[in-house]
């Protein structure tokens, strides 16, 4: 007889507050029986960016009802769960406490375990629930706060081979559709305008690609936008429809550049310990453009590595991927006490040097 195992997952690490629960049966896949996400984007759009302080508030405040509604849209009770998992960090402060500390409620008040989660383990191992994907496998996670290549070896062992060292590519699309003066997030926006745009009109910068290493940055991209900008409006009084389409298009063909050229290192680095079965997996919201898919799916074609890129409710924040994280920990007997602190940095890779300027400004992971 396999055993089950239902776990609450618990996340609040930036803008969204998200519970889920999952369920497995023995080795059997698991099971998302309930995945709630209550975003904040509302709350802080008028600032141009997350706030930290008006985030752990709205956390604080959504985080019970977020919880009682994955309960009950899964049609479980907290007496039938085996384990709480929850983001313990990297994250806002402030949001990451307001969920460790309602997470250590209600383990205190059940008695089931209580699992502090990695929140970027969280996005790493999402393959693994979406694809049953097995160890080792490599994953780019590109988000808006994060950039980063790790080669997943086991639930609580990643090697990173690199990542951005600045902004992240979320941020730079953010950056550039306010630059343009188009809507957030801007990541829809550029690639919506970019269709009508012709690529090679701008040649932008691909920065750090004349190096061969795994090692990214994008925040100049931004600048040259503004300077490309600027120019035309002092040209001609402003900027037509076209323009804007123009520049969205280098733009979103030069991050693309970039990416590939760094996933082709990280795939040669991947692959020369010749994985049974390689796969790259994509995670976080970036994952959701056409044209970085697109050449990423060419060039996994190209080296007979088969791409995964888990459904975009699953890239973006939520908490069935903190969820899994946890199951994966609580079935190797793995646990935290009550004595679990909120960390807003924790590394995946504790091995490797900083990524100096990363994750600077603590938000999205
Ligand atoms: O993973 P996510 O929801 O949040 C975290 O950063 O954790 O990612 C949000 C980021 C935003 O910066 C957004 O502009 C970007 O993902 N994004 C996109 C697209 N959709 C969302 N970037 C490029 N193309 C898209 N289609
Ligand atoms: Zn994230």
Known sequence: MHETHIILGIESSCDDTAAAVLRQTGDGPAEILSSVVHGQTDLHSAYGGVV?????????????????????????TL??????AVTAGPGLIGGV????????GLSAATGRPLIGVNHLAGHALTPRLTDGVSFPYLVLLVSGGHCQFLIAHAADRFDRLGGTIDDAPGEAFDKTARLLGLAQPGGPSVEREAEAGDPERFRLPRPLTDRADCNMSFSGLKTAILRARDKIVAEKGGLTRQDRADLCAGFQAAITDVIVLKTRIALTLYLQNAPAEPVLAVAGGVAANKTIRAALERL????????VAPPLSLCTDNAAMIAYAGLERFRAGDVDDLSLTARPRWPLDTSRPALLGSGRKGAKA
């Open 52 to 76: 930290p302080e008006i985030a752990a508030r709205a956390h604080a405040e959504k985080i019970d009802t977020c919880i009682r509604e994955s309960l009950s849209v899964a049609s479980v």
């Open 79 to 84: 007496d039938d769960l085996h384990a709480i």
């Open 97 to 104: 406490m307001a969920g460790v500390m309602c997470a250590k």
């Open 300 to 307: 996994c074609a190209e080296r007979d590595v088969t791409f």
